[in-house]
T-cell receptor
């Protein structure tokens, strides 16, 4: 599975959009981009995933560049409860093991 | 739907002892994966069980073993505990889909974890 690179930490004001970047320049054609988050003292939570098209669900939007070498997770209106570590993971459609890496620690401030 | 449940929530053991952790998957899920998360690190994949067999394994020694039961629940066993085994152990369940004869990945649902402390 391709390696990902994320900033170690980010801040966001409550009510603003949080844009979390991820680089995955070695991604292969059959590999998906998955995002998970982990709120302190809880298990990771699935957020969204995509292959090449942009995706949106009730939690977030995922923007994948045309060359698929990077992506951005967007939380449109961040709340204090969105404070968590966010993990960008690249995995093939037959893969089983999530490689979490270090993730981005997002702090949403009042 | 109770989601993924794990027991116990906390556990304290001493070096050399053995421990068994338990996991019940989300209703309808047939696949269970186990992860170890050391303090300040992301979760690390231990192994995955499907149809009562270990299907894939991460870089963990044979001291780590597991089992899956016919009702899809799972156990993680760790023998000869070391101080370095102190961590949060996470169980994740998923549903393996077959598309065109190939398995495909689905999103994994995680339990709250078992906090193991080895003294």
């Amino acid at each position: 599975d391709a390696k990902t690179t994320q900033p170690p930490s980010m801040d966001c004001a409550e009510g603003r959009a949080a844009n979390l970047p991820c680089n995955h320049s070695t991604i292969s054609g059959n590999e998906y981009v998955y995002w998970y988050r982990q709120i302190h003292s809880q298990g990771p939570q699935y957020i969204i995933h995509g292959l090449k098209n942009n995706e949106t669900n009730e939690m977030a939007s995922l923007i994948i560049t045309e060359d698929r070498k990077s992506s951005t997770l967007i939380l449109p209106h961040a709340t204090l409860r969105d404070t968590a570590v966010y993990y960008c993971i690249v995995i093939s459609n037959s893969g089983y093991a999530l490689n979490f890496g270090k993730g981005t620690s997002l702090l949403v401030t009042p | 739907d109770a989601g993924v449940t794990q027991s116990p929530t906390h556990l304290i053991k001493t070096r050399g002892q053995q421990v068994t952790l338990r996991c019940s998957p989300k209703s309808g899920h047939d696949t269970v994966s186990w992860y170890q998360q050391a303090l300040g690190q992301g979760p690390q994949f231990i192994f995955q069980y499907y149809e009562e067999e270990e299907r894939q394994r991460g870089n963990f020694p044979d001291r780590f073993s597991g089992h899956q039961f016919p009702n899809y629940s799972s156990e993680l066993n760790v023998n000869a505990l070391l101080l370095g085994d102190s961590a949060l152990y996470l169980c994740a369940s998923s549903l393996r889909r077959l598309a065109g004869g190939r398995s495909s990945y689905n999103e994994q649902f995680f339990g709250p974890g078992t906090r193991l402390t080895v003294l």
